[in-house]
């Protein structure tokens, strides 16, 4: 029944979604006679864009506007209707959805504003519900409108289509979308779709993807994200998605996500949480919008960068030098070309010219020069990928150039090796840019912007291999946690205590050191003997949460008179610490020897739920702040990849001649704990395991100290 | 006597810039009747741009180029000429000099190509030496040419002069300044004179630089570098200079520092070297051409950047989270605006406006919203500086706005307050935005952009205040340095021994452990007792470097017991190590009790001589490689703002509950060694101070071990 009812969903969704993006025909609900008014305007564009389906304006008062008849109500319409565009006032937009349900439309587009955004909360969730009676979808409200490439639909109030190509282009901001439209004209981003997304009232970001990445016209999405509403079904249709997704995340400064907070009042996470999570899903992070333009042009124009030699191809030093400095800063490592890839280029440029990598052909390159250096090169199996760069001279013509460029890629005819190119110039390079971006070459103005696009493809194919790495559960006691919370709970506590937390932690296969409770002296003495010594004391007690502060702990205990006078002391430290503090006894645990001090954490992120956190303990926390982040949960290689972004990550390995640490016992940890967060994340508010002592390679780990917060 | 020849050194100098960049007339030697050839595109161009000056083309073989009467040779021109264009073959370069030198022309810019740039180094120095012996400087060999707008003058072989503007912009690469040339019309970037530097075999960037610091048609200096042949005249220079300066040093990275030393033969730096050389200097870096170009744009059109409060105005929340993101990115604070500020701005936005940073005025913020924000922004004294965005919307005209800022911002007439623009949008936003540049007003596609901008302006405010302290030297015994350097040369050896090395630091004021040299057991134990115990002992052998190694080092030696045991230990361990060690003796110090561990450093770059260096010690530089560098010889204060620099700068402050440690001492320490490195530069190649440990607040701190390797 339940697998029935998500199957109707689901095509209920695809279904939605067909009729806002093929839409055979569109009903302007609040169509207006004033051209001044958005109900024209949506109308007019939709008219002057060349849309070939069948347009309807709604008004109770007009009878024809732009030469169109016009109905009372969106119900006399006598043919089907696709998709309903809302240009209403926002106090009649309840009673439209209400008619567009009963005409049957399966989707509306709510350009009206007035409800979320200014804190009409209410008025907002009578729309979305009136149209739920229905199995109607709403995009929006408050947005500009929906714009389609392929039909030649601009059903918006932004002035005309975007630039056409093949990126599906999501914003969360109305303003900025119809600043990049025209902006797209500008740098030839080409664009499928243009879809304002509002107040994701009930389609979101997800929706989207998901949508676009079956649509035949899109081969990348690239979004303008404020917050999410729905953060996690956002990662995972993402990590489904068979296309590349560029995301720039705003508001990721302290007071970007404070402007952001009460532009959409959508809450903003930290931007290592962002950047990890993204990494998880496959998404490409942009950092700004020229960013986010240049990642687009690489990722929706070429296959992603499998491997790792990318030939660079110049005709002046000066770009080459500047190219291998870019290539550092995106990552590429940029290596020598072996003798035979050599030996090619040397044919294809003057004496004084540079078969290295960057290959110089010098600034007598021409038409020639650039084809033949090209096809020599995506004919050797040793290049993964292709940066060309030209710097405008006097005697050189940039569209020769351009020519000889594509001319070569389209008769090597390799498919999976990714290009990007640049041209250092003037108005002649521009529009050679221009038709290489028509010839499917992705074209940039600097060679930092080529690097960057051939970063973005490199990103895509690690993050694409690494979410291959599906996590695999490990076997835990998932009822002996509950138990322990429950029974905790019970007490009307929401922190365990630190036994409680290492019972926890043991149950899903962390190691902890031997250690038992102890309540009077002579229990403490049999515990020491059990755990062997030398031993640690520590006070238990839920009202003393910071037990060395409350003299409670006791460490390097080697006999039992040490054990016997410790016992004493801590509790008596214990009740003048806080006289009413419900005493449950003393830990007695084996001391762990020292090692390596790390620290394995989560917290539930508001976009995302629990995460997992991991860094080296100490100043490296403290002070440096040198932490990595997944959503939880992951799996051990994914761990790795992790634990390996740490800057101190040399510390594991062994550095200043110590020998290597139990990196294998590290990441088996961290996956352990992403699960536990993941599995109890409807208990489990904050987990803490600080420290985890780490031995050297093959002799494991100790997690020390534990803290686990109920929610 | 010195004292003349260097005034008229200075004079001959300003002289050769004046006849460089103003010539009333210039010679082409090497003018051609072919118009393919580089001897006829420069005259043509130089006809063609408008030069009103005297032309005189120098050909043994023509008559009439261009319609312009031809001169066999330079010295039969009957009038003064100013500039000589070099364009004749490499092999006859001398010859031209020789006859420009004798005709009398101070300046030759010389375009021929076949010198050091291929290996031809000993014709480079001819043609150097022949100049010399007139006093002509040379500009070159190996370049573009000189495009000088002021005077209308394109005399190189680049197709037209750049954007008319107030930037003189000079390049290494001459392909590279072909390509700006073009690219300075797309974004109009506005440019004074544009410079080929080419081999540097005369005049280099210093010598512009100080040119374009009084050129009345210059307001800033744009570099594109990849390496100096004197970069610490350039640093002088360049501190000195009334205008910025704004560089793009490439080859940075590993791979193009080996790029850049293959293209020019320079040899390049490290680039937290060339920050910090940059820095001192006040020359703002640029990280890529884009950043050039927009740093450029805002450091050549508007006043420093004093104070910290920016205003942002905004006409979309979108644009104004990203503003948001990109001042933190830049180093801006962006604060709240005070309540009157804020009650003005209320204003000028309807109902859903925010007036809070950034200044939402919404999307229907037009020409009058624009124009009485900007105003009242900049009639309040709180405003230090203002940043103005717009997202091209369907209702408003992106002409009428900028209308609305300019006369704004002339009508306020407040010359202080920098502003910079941008505009989000398609051709109509470029086009209102290359009005604004004419009128003054940087203009940027993104608000990443504008933020760039500003955060170059308030870089420059910064680092102009910091570069006004002065570096006053401290008082230190210079020649008892030099005596024991001397000493150690007599032996014939190039590193110093432990307790020498100290001794020259203690020269310069370097606080160190008491400690004496003792030869026997019993000179050690009466150094023990005078240096007060517990001390540390360590083998003294200029054979043997790394001490602890040879098991020559003994700590924490409490009683005559210890000292006796450690001195034949240490000696005889010595001995074992290596039997053909000169054995000076035992070192014997008093052991300074344990603080935080920091270390002084100093190297000789190759570009800018000698550095100091400073980092805390362990795992911060060996693993997190967290440490900052200076120029030497630096002041106090620049210490004090080096030491801030590195990321653990919290554990001298004081961090997890322990004391603020004695920092003044660490940056007088800093500031010593950086004067003992440059005032003896001609000796010491490296210096080390490993560890320094530093006390609390008030205790000072102690060099404990030292190292010096002579040249």
């Known amino acids: 029944m339940y697998l029935i009812v998500l199957c109707i969903r689901g095509l209920t969704h695809m279904d939605a979604m067909q009729s806002l993006f093929r839409p055979e025909s569109i009903a302007v609900i609040g169509a207006s006679r004033d051209p001044k008014g958005i109900g024209y305007q949506c109308l007019k564009n939709m008219i002057d864009s060349g849309y070939k389906g069948k347009m309807y304006p709604v008004n109770p008062k007009a009878d024809e506007i732009c030469g169109i008849k016009v109905y009372h109500n969106v119900t006399e319409i006598p043919e089907k209707v696709d998709l309903g565009l809302i240009v209403v006032p926002a106090k009649f937009a309840i009673q439209a959805v209400e008619d567009c349900g009963k005409k049957g439309i399966k989707s509306l587009a709510v350009i009206s504003s007035g409800f979320s955004e200014i804190g009409n909360d209410d008025l907002e969730k009578q729309l979305v519900d009136t149209a739920a009676k229905y199995g109607t979808r709403i995009l929006g409200p408050n947005i500009v409108g929906v714009l389609n490439n392929p039909l030649k639909c601009n059903a918006s109030f932004a002035p005309y289509l975007p630039y056409h190509g093949t990126a599906a282009l999501i914003s969360q901001s109305g303003a900025l979308l119809i600043g990049i439209d025209a902006r797209s004209w500008i740098d030839k981003i080409g664009i499928s779709h243009m879809v304002s997304i509002g107040n994701m009232a009930d389609v979101d970001f997800a929706d989207l993807v998901e949508f676009f990445s079956s649509d035949k016209d899109t081969q990348a999405v690239s979004l303008y994200i404020e917050g999410f509403k729905n953060g996690r079904r956002f990662l995972e249709v993402a990590k489904k998605s068979s296309k590349p997704i560029i995301a720039l995340k705003s508001g990721v400064s302290k007071r970007g996500a404070a402007a952001a907070a009460s532009h959409t009042g959508s809450l903003a996470g930290s931007s290592k949480v962002y950047d990890a999570a993204f990494r998880q899903s496959k998404v490409i992070s942009a950092h700004d919008l020229d960013d986010l333009f240049e990642r687009t042009m690489a990722l929706s124009l070429q296959p992603p960068m499998h491997g790792k030699n990318v030939l660079v191809i110049t005709n002046g030093g000066g770009v080459g030098v500047m190219s291998t400095d870019s290539a550092e800063k995106y990552g590429i490592p940029l290596e020598d070309a072996p003798e035979d890839l050599k030996a090619m280029m040397r044919k294809h440029m003057p004496e004084f010219g540079s078969p290295k990598n960057p290959v110089d052909i010098t600034g007598q ?104 790495n599906e996590f695999k559960p490990w076997k835990v006691d998932k009822k002996a946690a509950l138990d322990i919370i429950a029974a905790v709970r019970k007490e009307g506590r929401n922190a365990l205590t630190e036994p409680e937390a290492k019972l926890v932690f043991a149950a899903y296969g962390l190691p902890i050191p031997k250690g038992k409770l102890a309540r009077n002296v002579e229990e403490a003495l049999k515990v ?35 054990v016997r006078a410790a016992y004493d002391l801590i509790t008596a430290n214990a009740r003048k610490y806080n006289a009413k503090a419900n005493i449950h006894g003393v830990y007695v645990q084996n001391m762990a020897p020292w090692g390596t001090e790390t620290i394995i954490g989560s917290t539930n992120d508001a976009q995302f739920g629990p995460t997992v956190m991991f860094g080296l303990g100490g100043v490296f926390v403290e002070v440096m702040k040198d932490v990595s982040f997944r959503i939880a949960p992951i799996g051990q290689k994914e761990a790795q990849t992790m634990a390996s972004e740490i800057k101190g990550y040399k510390i594991l390995e062994g550095t200043r001649g110590e020998k290597r640490k139990d990196i294998n016992a590290v990441t088996e940890a961290v996956s352990k704990l992403s699960q536990l967060v993941h599995d109890l994340q409807n208990e489990v508010a904050e987990v803490d395991a600080n420290p985890v002592i780490v031995y050297e390679d093959g002799k494991g780990l100790s997690v020390v100290d534990a803290r686990i917060i109920l929610k």
Request: charged share 20%.
């Open 365 to 468: 390159g021409d038409r020639h020069h650039y084809y033949n250096a090209v096809k020599d090169a995506l004919s050797h199996n040793w290049v993964d990928a292709l940066v060309v760069l030209y710097c405008e001279t006097s005697l050189t013509n940039p569209d020769e150039i351009a020519q000889g460029i594509c001319d070569a890629v389209k008769e090597a005819n390799v498919r999976k090796i990714p290009i990007a190119i640049s041209f250092v110039g003037g108005e002649r390079c521009i529009n050679a840019g221009a038709w290489l971006v028509k010839n499917g070459l992705p074209y940039y103005k600097t060679p930092d912007g080529a690097m960057n696009g051939m970063g973005a493809l490199r990103e895509y194919a690690i993050y694409s291999e690494e979410a291959a």
């Open 528 to 562: 020491a003997s059990e755990v062997a010594y030398p031993v640690v004391m520590k006070i238990v007690s839920p009202e003393i949460i910071h037990k060395s502060d409350a003299g409670g702990v006791k460490v390097n205990l080697k006999t039992p008179e040490d």
